[in-house]
């Protein structure tokens, strides 16, 4: 699996416009698509965020993820494959 990549300057900023792909499952173990997912989640905390698109962070798949609160004020955490 790809590394994570954070941008800290504007002039790295291109591949956030590089069209995304499917996410291909079939390439990965069940584990490695936790632990992806697992990754993602830990990358948008540490920032704060309420949500992260996998091309946010250098990887070019169709993938984001999500923390919002419900009705009831509880946190609620998604990861979205292929939208």
Same mark, same amino acid.
């Given at each position: 699996?790809?590394?994570?990549?954070?941008?800290?300057?504007?002039?790295?900023?291109?591949?956030?416009?590089?069209?995304?792909?499917?996410?291909?499952?079939?390439?990965?173990?069940? !584990?490695? *698509?936790? #632990?992806?997912?697992? +990754?993602?989640?830990?990358?948008?905390?540490?920032?704060?965020?309420?949500?992260?698109?996998?091309?946010?962070?250098?990887?070019?798949?169709?993938?984001?993820? !999500?923390? *919002?609160? #419900?009705?009831?004020? +509880?946190?609620?955490?998604?990861?979205?494959?292929?939208?």
């Amino acid at each position: 699996m790809d590394p994570i990549i954070i941008v800290e300057h504007k002039k790295n900023e291109r591949f956030l416009r590089t069209p995304t792909k499917p996410f291909d499952f079939s390439k990965f173990t069940k !584990a490695e *698509v936790r #632990d992806f997912v697992k +990754r993602m989640r830990e990358a948008m905390r540490a920032v704060n965020g309420v949500g992260l698109s996998a091309n946010q962070i250098g990887l070019h798949w169709r993938v984001f993820v !999500a923390q *919002v609160p #419900d009705a009831d004020g +509880r946190q609620k955490f998604y990861a979205v494959f292929n939208p």
